[in-house]
């Protein structure tokens, strides 16, 4: 069966720093895996998705995602952290047989000015 | 574009109660998503449109829970009766043709549920 976790329940980045917010995942297939983002009170908006190519997926509000195949992961990464980017994240994967979305509990990330 | 456009935005019942929803996807849309989110979880499906027939529903407790979508445009979602357990945000989402994971979804504001 699908899984995907993500182990860090918050993230606190310092405005300016890099950041990282992890997932992985668990498939018998290919992996389709995606990224979503939700600010308050508003609905779930797609960052970027991996269905295959290149391993460095770029996304919105540069965003970027790394999938590593032998760690089966899909971190979320961005170079330069916002305020803004303050939000909760959800990773989310399907496989290539099986077209529903598994979705992560969500990673509430805090940028700190 | 106008997004995918959800009605009400909130709703407080009691238990036992009865409540609907409503969902009006991107124009041209053929597939629609209803999400059940509890809070601190991710969201889980209920139902899966194609047009007006039904793709999954797999998960959707079909004791309480029903949903249409008639004319493959708009949907309702309604629960009746209602209990504790079902206070959660019920999220619906749309995409072009559903015709693979590569379908991007786009999902409206949500519909945030009490039950008292």
């Known amino acids: 069966a699908q899984s995907v976790a993500q182990p860090e329940d918050q993230v606190n980045v310092a405005e300016g720093n890099p950041l990282t917010v992890k997932c992985t995942y668990s498939v018998s297939g290919n992996p389709y895996l995606f990224w979503y983002v939700q600010y308050p009170n508003r609905g779930l908006q797609f960052l970027l998705k991996y269905i295959t190519g290149d391993n460095l997926v770029k996304g919105s509000y540069g965003f970027e995602a790394e999938f590593n195949k032998s760690q089966t992961s899909f971190h979320l990464k961005k170079p330069s952290a916002l305020v803004s980017d303050s939000a909760l994240y959800f990773c989310?994967?399907?496989?290539?047989?099986?077209?529903?979305?598994?979705w992560g509990a969500g990673t509430k990330l805090i940028i700190k000015p | 574009e106008a997004g995918v456009a959800q009605s009400p935005r909130y709703k407080i019942i009691e238990k036992r109660q009865s409540v609907a929803f409503w969902c009006n996807p991107i124009?041209?849309?053929?597939?629609l998503y209803w999400y059940q989110q509890i809070l601190g979880q991710g969201p889980k499906l209920l139902i899966q449109f194609q047009n007006n027939g039904v793709v999954d529903d797999s998960q959707l407790p079909k004791d309480r829970f029903s949903a249409e979508r008639l004319k493959g445009v708009d949907s309702t979602l309604k629960i009746q009766p209602a209990k504790l357990e079902d206070s959660a945000v019920y999220l619906c989402?749309?995409?072009?043709?559903?015709?693979?994971?590569?379908?991007?979804?786009?999902f409206g504001p949500g519909t945030r549920l009490t039950v008292l």
């Open positions: 989402a749309s995409s072009l043709d559903g015709s693979g994971i590569t379908d991007t979804q786009y």
């Open positions: 124009s041209g849309h053929a597939t």
């Open positions: 989310a994967v399907s496989e290539d047989s099986n077209y529903q979305l598994i």
